[in-house]
């Protein structure tokens, strides 16, 4: 079976890394073109670090979106207790950075503690 290739609004991620930062705001959804007209000296500072890092690059920075250049780079993304390692694939352009380190875990919770409610006087405590 081929895989097809993928495509952005009809561009390829070839034709998407010519394209100038004004252009490729036309292709993408009114947030994305508003944050990308707005870059911070942080934001601005975090692109030319991706675009020029053979290693992973740590980042706090969960509302960058991500942009054709950094396709096949590796970042690490703060979750707020640690880092989680992307590798950003085509499929990932126009999305926000912090999409894919999830900062909500499952609780899991065991028995109740001495002394949480009547009810659970009734269980053993070991």
Not at 72 to 91: A, R, V
Request: hydrophobic content about 35%.
């Amino acid at each position: 079976m081929v895989q097809k290739e993928f495509t952005y609004r009809g561009k390829t991620v070839d034709e998407l890394q010519k394209l100038s930062m004004s252009e490729l705001s036309t292709l993408m959804k009114s947030d994305a073109r508003r944050k990308i007209k707005r870059l911070s000296d942080a934001d601005k500072k975090f692109i030319r670090k991706v675009e020029a890092a053979k290693k992973p690059v740590k980042t706090h920075n969960r509302d960058m979106i991500i942009l054709p250049s950094f396709v096949g780079k590796s970042i690490m993304i703060h979750d707020g207790k640690s880092y989680q390692q992307i590798m950003i694939t085509p499929e990932m352009i126009g999305h926000w950075v912090g999409e894919y380190a999830m900062t909500r875990r499952k609780v899991g919770h065991n028995s109740p503690g001495v002394g949480a409610t009547r009810s659970s006087s009734n269980l053993s405590v070991k």
